[in-house]
């Protein structure tokens, strides 16, 4: 299986499980930032302080100073950090799928999402590690007993939930082009309540029926309780898929009994429509499909689909003005 869907499905766990057994931990008392050269060479003065806040694991960080070293280790988190206006400098460590936006392949690379190296972690001498549920219990807590600033971010949500983990990343580490953070924080939440309000007001018999697909792990798919879930139905779609939690298995006998007449895919890198298509209509299950044989297909890049993150509006827009060209929809902003 490809390593983005093993990344997909590892961050899929249910909150219960989530709360009962991941472990976080963020140090306090530190003061100002830990010393030592930033990937530049200098530090970046942030002299503002977040107030105290609790996260995910409902552990609490008292209020102090803005973290002036991080390394994050879910590429979510990276493209929210730096598109939230973060400067790069700050950003000590990523790992190796962090490659969005491009400023974030500056910051050193300390591995894998589920196995990075936490030697290159403590090289980068950092003052704050953020995570996600990608990130294995046994990572954190072996980062936890190095005693580093850990905070656990819960990424599994709808848009809302999405516009709140932007809302709480700008409170922890205040991002230092605070202009930009709040014109992103804004059309973020203008454009999912606007997008919310219209597809409400779109009848079941008027919402097409989607399926979402990466051609490379066809027995995977998006369920109740993923952002993409969300995606299709405030795009004014509905899921053909309504149980077996959010990154369910789903088979070749249901998927032609359902029958989807849209396809939503996450594009391969490397790949292009055109190849995607091909191999789908030589496949005997996925060429009978109405989809398939119509040629009704959104494609867009794994990265950008599956991230929950700042760039989820643009997916929205996107799914929406291919399920419903000739009807009226929210202007982007």
Known sequence: MRHWFREVVARAWPV??????????????????????????????????????????????????????????????????????VSPRRL????????????ALASPDVGGIIDPSLERIQEARPDLVV??????????????ALGIP???????????GIGDLLAEIDRLV?????????????????Q??????????????????????DPDNPGFTAGPGSHIDDLIRNAGGRNVVTEGGAWPRYSNEA????????LLLALPPGRTLAQVLEQLRKDPIWGALPAVKQGSVCVVEAGMLLRPGPRSIEVLERIAGWLHGDRSRPESR
């Open 16 to 85: 219960g499980l989530l709360a009962g057994t991941m472990i976080a931990m963020v140090i306090t008392g530190l003061g100002q930032a830990t010393g030592g050269a930033s990937p530049t060479g200098s530090e970046v003065p942030n002299p503002r302080r977040h107030p105290a806040m609790v996260d995910a694991l409902g552990d609490t960080l008292p209020a102090g100073p803005a973290a002036q070293r991080i390394v994050s280790l879910s590429p979510n988190l990276t493209e929210a950090l730096l598109s939230l206006g």
């Open 192 to 213: 999912a309540r606007a997008f919310s309000d219209w597809a409400e007001a779109i009848p079941r018999s008027e919402r097409p029926r989607v399926y979402f697909a």
């Open 255 to 262: 998927l032609l009994v359902a029958a989807p007449e849209h």
């Open 150 to 160: 850990l905070f656990a971010f819960d990424d599994q949500s709808d848009l809302e």
């Open 174 to 190: 205040l991002p230092d082009q605070t202009q930009k953070a709040e014109s992103l924080l804004a059309r973020f939440e203008h």
């Open 131 to 144: 995570v996600a549920r990608g990130n294995p219990i046994d990572l954190q807590e072996q980062i936890r």
């Open 92 to 103: 000590v460590g990523r790992t190796r799928y962090c490659d969005y936006p491009p400023a």
